[in-house]
T-cell receptor, first 112, second 112 residues
C-alpha cells in the first residue's frame, strides 16, 4: 500500500447521513484520485486532483464532494444525494513523471 | 475518451503453468500501461508497467508486452503459484497525469 493511508477500513452509516473518508499520502505526489469499486467490477473514477486547491470530476462524481487543501490530503465526502453509496472506496496518488499510480488499502462503506 | 477492454474475466490454471491476460485500448495517444494485482479486501498493487517506447518488459516471473500498432498489451505470468491467485487489472493512461482508464479485471485462480 506504499505511503497511502485510508481510514477507517470499515465504515457504517445510516441512510441520509453524509460521511467523509480520509486519504493521506506521504509520497510527495502531486496527483490524487478517488475510485469506487463494486463487487466483481472494475474501478470507476469519482474525482481527481492534480494540484492543491484544484480538482476535476470523474465519471461518477454525482453525490460526492472532495477538497484538496493540502498536498498530502484528499478527503472524499459521500453525501446523502448519492443513491447507492455502499461500496469499496479506493484512494490513489501519482507523480507527474514517472507516471506511477499507487493505491491505498481502501475503505469499505456500508449504508443501511 | 479511452476505452480499455480486458479478457478473460476469469482464468484458472494449474500450478506451474503460464497465465496470459490481454487488454486492448482505443486511444492511440495512450502511452503508459500499468498492471495491478488486487487481493481480496485490499487495494490494487502495481506489479509491472510498460511505456509506449518499449515492446516488452520482464520482472522475474512476470512480463508485459505491448503492440502499439494493434493497440493491445498483455500480462504473462510464468510458473504460476497459488499466491498468484488474485484479480488483475490493466490500465491505460496518457503521460500527462490526467486519468487512468481501467479494464474490468481478470480473476486468476491457480490450482495447487
Amino acid at each position: 500500500d506504499g505511503g497511502i493511508t485510508q481510514s477507517p477500513k470499515y465504515l457504517f452509516r445510516k441512510e441520509g447521513q453524509n460521511v467523509t473518508l480520509s486519504c493521506e499520502q506521504n509520497l510527495n505526489h502531486d496527483a490524487m484520485y478517488w475510485y469506487r469499486q463494486d463487487p466483481g467490477q472494475g474501478l470507476r473514477l469519482i474525482y481527481y486532483s492534480q494540484i492543491v486547491n484544484d480538482f476535476q470530476k470523474g465519471d461518477i462524481a454525482e453525490g460526492y464532494s472532495v477538497s484538496r487543501e493540502k498536498k498530502e490530503s484528499f478527503p472524499l465526502t459521500v453525501t446523502s444525494a448519492q443513491k447507492n453509496p455502499t461500496a469499496f472506496y479506493l484512494c490513489a496518488s501519482s507523480n507527474r513523471a514517472p507516471l506511477e499510480q499507487y493505491f491505498g488499502p481502501g475503505t469499505r462503506l456500508t449504508v443501511t | 475518451g479511452e476505452n480499455v477492454e480486458q479478457h478473460p474475466s476469469t482464468l484458472s490454471v494449474q500450478e506451474g503453468d503460464s497465465a496470459v491476460i490481454k487488454c486492448t485500448y482505443s486511444d492511440s495517444a495512450s502511452n503508459y500501461f500499468p498492471w495491478y494485482k488486487q487481493e481480496l479486501g485490499k487495494g490494487p498493487q502495481l506489479i509491472i508497467d510498460i511505456r509506449s517506447n518499449v515492446g516488452e518488459k520482464k520482472d522475474q516471473r512476470i512480463a508485459v508486452t505491448l503492440n502499439k500498432t494493434a493497440k493491445h498489451f498483455s500480462l504473462h505470468i510464468t510458473e504460476t503459484q497459488p499466491e498468484d491467485s488474485a484479480v488483475y487489472f490493466c490500465a491505460a493512461s496518457l503521460n500527462t497525469g490526467n486519468q487512468f482508464y481501467f479494464g474490468t479485471g481478470t480473476s486468476l485462480t491457480v490450482i495447487p
